[in-house]
């Protein structure tokens, strides 16, 4: 098994571009969510999804949209990117929410200039 | 929603000593309390975890303990290797919040 794969790995974007954070997991798993990390603060969820087909939104989700047409993949895109979305960006599935050990992936470098 | 406080921020010991990672959280709640470790360049990892109908759990050097009247839970690593120089975050995931994390090293 692959596990939680993530590309790109690293990805500089000019301020207003758009771009799409992809996410797949070949593991069967039901639950998928993204996280951005900043120093000194930790995981901070973005947007979550229970399944195909339902998503929802987490701490911070302004500026960010999910869609989740399969179990395997959950793409994350950012519409009109801006300086504040300078982050790690890090995918993780799990059984289910709330009770299950999340698997990450590798994680997205994005800088925003 | 939930609050989960980590401290310290940063630990530094000595290759053998050992090293405790406090977290505080504020949903009773939750039921589930992984640690999660992070390498330079990965992602977190769970290493250890503990569900709410137990006190204490350990796997070799590596131990949780809860407290779930005072609310808080705590990774104790035993022994202290190179190696474990990493960010340890803990998570109540009943609402998906992470501590901070902290930044341990292990001198030689």
């Known amino acids: 098994n692959a596990g939680v794969t993530q590309t790109p790995k690293f990805q500089v974007l000019k301020t207003g571009q758009s771009m799409t954070l992809q996410c797949a997991q070949d593991m069967n798993h039901e639950y998928m969510s993204w996280y951005r990390q900043d120093p000194g603060m930790g995981l901070r969820l973005i947007h979550y999804s229970v399944g195909a087909g339902i998503t929802d939104q987490g701490e911070v989700p302004n500026g960010y949209n999910v869609s989740r047409s399969t179990t395997e993949d959950f793409p994350l895109r950012l519409l009109s990117a801006a300086p504040s979305q300078t982050s790690v960006y890090f995918c993780?599935?799990?059984?289910?929410?709330?009770?299950?050990?999340?698997?990450f992936g590798p994680g997205t470098r994005l800088t925003v200039l | 929603g939930e609050n989960v406080e980590q401290h310290p921020s940063t630990l530094s010991v000595q290759e053998g000593d050992s090293a405790v990672i406090k977290c505080t959280y504020s949903?009773?709640?939750?039921?589930?309390f992984p640690w999660y470790k992070q390498e330079l360049g990965k992602g977190p990892q769970l290493i250890i975890d503990i569900r709410s109908n137990v006190g204490e759990k350990k796997d070799q050097r590596i131990a949780v303990t809860l407290n779930k009247t005072a609310k808080h839970f705590s990774l104790h690593i035993t022994e202290t290797q190179p190696e474990d120089s990493a960010v340890y975050f803990c998570a109540a995931p009943n609402d998906m919040r992470f501590g901070a994390g902290t930044r341990l090293t292990v001198k030689p």
């Open positions: 949903d009773s709640a939750s039921n589930y």
């Open positions: 993780a599935s799990s059984y289910g929410p709330g009770e299950d050990t999340q698997y």
